[in-house]
């Protein structure tokens, strides 16, 4: 039997929120024998009293029970923001174990995730060509539901789990992000085939500083490397934090999971590390028949990506 990965969950500011992913998390088949991190963001010292009240709360819940076999709880006394507090807290953890599963407080996680989750790091921890596993899928009505997973070449943020390997070939300073600017033809690649404009996230992060996401750098580095990502074919997760409670005060999903099943289980895992070329062509599709649909909404396709804090 492989050793199961550590989970490390980032928590902020959404008791409820934070209390559904936990219970969730706590009703998987493996949580019983993993090791949970939870990473509590601090506060800024000018923040209001709700802000206040609200992450001392959070700091109570996760202190509720014991989720997994074993809870770590690691408070920051500062406020880092998200993408500072995935990119150093995943590289503490990854160096640690080697390997780790990344969720955040607004994620609701099916019965089977974590083994999923380890399978598939099991399988493919020895394989350079594949930098992550996600446990969120998109849910075109062209995909049917045949217990199985499938490669892509685009990353996710929904639950998701990768390996010190390829974690340490990610430079987040992406000091060659000009490329973009002079090659068409990367552009296109990099912007899915044409079917969302990541380019101009990319720039966002890297020139205006309008976003703070790692989500965006992440998915770069591993496009450069021709990484592939392995995807299950019925998500495996579900984002409840567009509702208002987030910064973005969203009320609906681009990308809606239809059909979910909570005991939903992925069993074949491709043997060989390809892109799937007719999921490929699917899922790009999908996203850019989903986005036109809301081309008056700036950066929506953040749902892929990260949590933007601007």
């Not at 930098?131 to 062209?142: K, L, R, T």
């Not at 070939?169 to 060659?176: H, R, V």
């Amino acid at each position: 039997m492989y050793s199961l990965s550590p989970i490390i969950l980032f928590v902020y500011n959404r008791p409820e929120h934070t209390r559904k992913t936990l219970i969730a998390l706590a009703e998987n088949s493996l949580a019983s024998e993993s090791i949970l991190y939870v990473y509590c963001d601090g506060i800024a010292t000018d923040a209001s009293t709700e802000l206040v009240e609200k992450n001392n709360l959070v700091k109570k819940i996760i202190r509720e029970q014991q989720w997994c076999k074993e809870v770590i709880i690691v408070e920051s006394k500062i406020n880092k923001g998200l993408a500072s507090s995935v990119i150093s807290g995943v590289t503490e953890i990854v160096n640690q174990y080697g390997k780790i599963i990344v969720l955040e407080d607004d994620l609701i996680t099916g019965m089977h995730f974590l083994e999923y989750m380890n399978t598939a790091l099991d399988k493919y921890a020895l394989n350079s060509e594949v930098f992550q596993i996600s446990g969120f899928s998109f849910s075109p009505p062209d995909i049917e539901s045949h217990n199985s997973s499938y490669f892509l070449s685009l990353t996710s943020t929904w639950g998701w789990a990768t390996w010190k390997r390829a974690w340490d070939t990610i430079d987040f300073e992406c000091s060659d992000y000009l490329l973009l600017k002079k090659d068409k033809k990367l552009t296109h690649r990099f912007n899915y085939n044409g079917s969302y404009n990541y380019k101009k996230m990319f720039l966002q992060q890297m020139e205006s500083k309008k976003i703070s996401s790692w989500g965006i750098r992440f998915y770069w580095n591993v496009f450069k490397q021709s990484g592939l990502v392995l995807f299950p074919d019925k998500s495996l997760v579900i984002n409840n934090g567009w509702d208002s409670s987030g910064r973005h005060k969203d009320s609906y999903d681009i990308f809606p999971i239809l059909d979910w099943k909570n005991d939903y289980r992925v069993t074949i895992f491709p043997n060989i590390t390809l892109t799937d070329a007719k999921f490929n062509k699917i899922i790009s599709q999908y996203i850019r028949k989903r986005t036109s649909s809301f081309i008056k909404v700036i950066n929506r396709i953040l749902l892929i990506f990260n949590k933007i804090h601007i």
